[in-house]
């Protein structure tokens, strides 16, 4: 039951649709990323799918989390964990699921996620709106847009979607 070797499994899970568990999409291809990392990572490929440690699990992440591309966004890796956690999870479910790993030896189900960090997001401050909406109101090219556009995104909230309509404000 387990003598099945990590490239193999991956491969399953990465096309095996039988389970009706996992469908194509962006999840399933983010773990398709992390699962190419893993096969990837040296020594993983050659190991069967009862081998690894919690441990080896925990320097497996810090190593991706190391190894990771940053972005002006960086919050020191802490998706790259999380994603990384996920997709050991799901791959080693589906080895349980398909009898070629025992229960008591998915190691995975033990790994803990990253605690997440507090939110960089914020309301802006009420002197600060009133503000922006005075000056929008008394210049530009049409401040009655102007105000009419502010007051949908305050009432909505500035999402990266309506951020798009202040461009002309610029």
């Known amino acids: 039951m387990s003598d099945a070797a990590l490239p193999p499994v991956v491969s399953l899970e990465a096309s095996d649709r039988s ?3 996992m469908p194509d999409t962006q999840t399933r291809q983010l773990y398709r990323l992390y699962w190419n990392k893993l096969l990837k990572t040296e020594g993983w490929a050659d190991r069967r799918i009862d081998e ?3 441990a080896d699990f925990e320097r497996l992440i810090e190593h991706t989390r190391a190894h990771r591309q940053i972005r002006g966004s960086d919050r020191g890796g ?5 994603h990384m956690i996920s997709a050991l999870r799901r791959l080693y479910r589906y080895a349980v699921d398909a009898e070629l790993l025992d229960p008591s030896r ?11 960090h507090p939110s960089r997001r914020h309301a802006i401050p009420k002197p600060i709106l009133e503000a922006i909406n005075k000056f929008a109101a008394t210049t530009g090219h049409d401040p009655g847009l102007d105000v009419l556009l502010l007051r949908h995104a305050t009432e909505r909230g500035a999402t990266s ?5 202040f461009r002309h404000l610029i």
Not at 78 to 82: H, R
């Open 19 to 21: 389970t009706g568990r």
């Open 52 to 54: 690894p440690t919690k």
């Open 78 to 82: 802490q998706s790259v964990a999380e």
């Open 106 to 116: 998915n190691i995975a189900r033990t790994l803990d996620r990253p605690r997440q």
């Open 161 to 165: 979607v309506n951020r798009s309509i």
